[in-house]
């Protein structure tokens, strides 16, 4: 199975598999041999690790990204207030100084539910597509959605509670999120409504920040509280089919995180924070390829990973550029 | 003790619980969203779109819920609707009493704005729109009907809304209740109609924007006299096929509860 197929099928929802010994680099393999021997490496790290957890480093590159997060929904909302015509419209599609931009997943609900596109429609998506597979497709997600950024805060509360064991996660099958786009597309095509944008939390946040809020907060606080009680971060990990569509973009995106397995010494402390933790399979003992792994489509870019690796082991990456960060 | 229970526990039950909670994920999730057609198939609410909306069905296939006509319109008349609306949620719509359209923008912003053709690009000038039509619900209370003047702010001093009154700025609409009125018979609605304005102006040799495509072909309302044995000065307003449910009689008329309202069933493809 090919690489790029491999992040395709474990986007759809496909469990990562453990890797065949004729898959792994003859140098890979190597390493793999020389961290088995090594134990006291790992537990130098460890030490090193409890002394970061109690003298609380700061999350750097999260803090940027929730600034960045931040940053776009108030530009949505500065230019409608001082009516300055920088960034109109919504997230689900907006003028950037007058040039059309369409949120990808809005845009084919809306195509499959009108089956016709106004070229202004066209212009957009195309543009938005252009932009979300140079910057890594799901990048979307954690760079801009609003509901993003709530989620985490409730996966703040959701940890905590965990810890203290009054609240237990439970994981749903990450296949559903495929057939929630499945069939959101085929009731948009049949019904001709753009149904999944009633429940979509992206937009009603969107639209709540510019032009006030409505009783649809309702719909966004009950999932809210769904994950902090019942399943982590569940929405984005198993239900929205915006996320889907950004991750099929950014695919063969030239941004990307990487793993570098040579500095890498599997505390797995990367995919304690991770959204989608099985796109770090391959951190795991054993388990990486090659000595650099392009991250999955599935990743949202967000960096904590890189922020938490103690290593360095894991860099963003942008194809021609070299390491970036 | 509910550790080592957890750990006994067979993985195939393990599996078939989240197999069977994933099912009943989107189950719910998919119900949900699926509860927004009944207001839509109920049409619990029949409204007044902005101008060059499609027919109610396409215009909620194609509108992309981003609000941008929200943000061009210079009177600040289009409002998105909540989700007790259904798959109507952020769609746009006009309450004409509270602030109807009065093209003050003249070339038609908001289809302009629409990024998805909701509100059709096929139409420039107002008066090839069609959002609905008045209709006089009310001519009992209808001041003219009566007899009688009209002497202040059209919809007193709490009003907030904007009309553009081109012999006090023409650019830029003011407040209502900044205009106040003086008027022997009150004919506020015919006074105001975007169209008669545009007719008026087109009559006078200066058609808006010096654009002769401007000049609507047809009146849209008038008032006609009320024959009676008394020879009085009764009118009452008929509305002509010229009306393209703008909303503004709605919006001026200084009478409680109005004496004219918008219907925009037959203009939204809608039979009530």
Redesign the interface.
Known sequence: MSKFTRSLAELLGRDPKKPQPDEISPEAKQIHIEVRADKTRIEKIRLELAHKAKHGQPEKLRRIRWSVLIAVNLLFVVS?VL?IQLL???L????FVGF?M??LN??LQ?IL????V?I??LI?TVTVFIMWWLLGGRTFCSWVCPYHLLAEWAEILHVYLAKKKIVKD????R??RT??WI??AV?ALV?????????SPT??LS?AL??GP???L??VALLLLFEIFYSRR?WCR??CPIGLTYGLVGATSPFKIQYHLDSCFHEGECRKVCLVPHVLDTVIMGRARGLNVDIGADCTRCGRCVDTCPTSSLTFKFKGLGNLL | MSNAKKLSRPLAQRARR??L??VA??AG??G???L??IP?LQQWVVRLRPPGALTE??F?????????C???CPVEAIK?A???E??G??SPYLDARAQACDFSCDGLQCVL?????ALT?EINYPHETDMGIAKVVRPDTCLAVLGQGFKGQARGAEFKGLLRYEEVDRWKPILVRDHPYDLELCDLCVRQCPIEIRIAQCEAGKPPSDDENQCPPQHAIRLEAIEDSEGSKRMRPVILDGCVGCGVCEMICPVEPTVIEMDSSASRGISV
């Open positions: 409608f009516d109109e419209g919504a689900t599609a907006s003028r059309h369409a949120d809005s845009a809306v539910a009108f089956k016709h106004v202004n429609l957009g439970h994981p749903f099958d296949r559903a057939w929630f069939i959101f009731l019904t001709g409504y753009t149904v999944y944008e009633t429940i937009g009603i639209r510019i032009y409505g009783i649809a309702i719909w569940a198993y239900a | 989240k197999f909670r994933s994920l989107g999730v998919i949900a969203s699926l927004g057609f839509v069905q396409k909620l296939a194609s509108c992309i819920k981003c609000g941008q929200v943000q061009v998105l909540e989700l007790d259904g798959f949620v952020g704005a629409c990024p998805t053709g690009h």
